[in-house]
């Protein structure tokens, strides 16, 4: 049996204080490191994805090319890198960005309790997506998702409105 992944949790200076397993933490809402991969391509073109349709939260919902955990001891680089070959079935050199903490409870009754780290890329191919975790992607004009979002906030994971509503001029290379 599979032991469930930890989450590294931390205080509001981003230094680690401990490890828990990734349910309980959103269950009592800890504060926890994670990280937001946004990919480019040379027509400034954000790559998002679909969250599959299981995803214990926000299933279905379109966000950032990909995001997790880092694990114990990862860099915010090797994390990101990691999951986006999980995820969407490519890698390509990474930036850190920008990094906030926000909170945001769902209806199931986990909260996302995260100092997240964002991160930036470039890439011009399509993915290979991974469809236990991605139902769907596609590219989209930067303009185009922030009018998006305006009008159909509904459609978007939270942390991706928050990212977009306070760091877009963040993402950009």
């Known amino acids: 049996m599979k032991e469930e992944e930890k989450v590294i949790l931390v205080n509001e200076n981003d230094e680690q204080i401990g490890l828990m397993p990734k ?11 994670a990280f937001s991969v946004f990919i480019i391509n040379d027509k400034n073109e954000l790559m998002l994805q679909q969250r599959a349709l299981h995803k214990y939260h926000s299933p279905g919902l ?10 114990d001891g990862e860099s915010n680089i090797e994390a990101g890198t990691r999951r986006l070959q999980e995820e969407m079935g490519f890698t390509t050199s990474l930036k850190d960005s920008v990094s906030f903490i926000y ?8 909260t996302e309790h995260e100092y997240d780290h964002v ?11 991974n469809p236990d975790e991605v139902a769907d992607w596609k590219w989209m004009a930067i303009e185009s998702v922030k009018d998006d979002i305006l009008k159909h906030p509904e459609l978007y994971t939270e942390w991706f409105k928050i990212i977009f509503d306070k760091f877009y001029s963040h993402i950009t290379l």
């Not at 349910?23 to 490191?33: D, G, N, P, T």
């Not at 966000?63 to 694990?71: A, E």
């Not at 909170?103 to 986990?110: E, R, S």
């Open 62 to 71: 379109w966000t950032n090319t990909c995001c997790s955990h880092q694990r």
């Open 103 to 110: 909170k945001a409870p769902f209806d199931n009754g986990l």
């Open 23 to 33: 349910l309980e933490a959103h269950q009592k809402a800890m504060l926890h490191r």
């Open 119 to 129: 991160l930036i890329g470039t890439y011009h191919k399509d993915p290979v997506i």
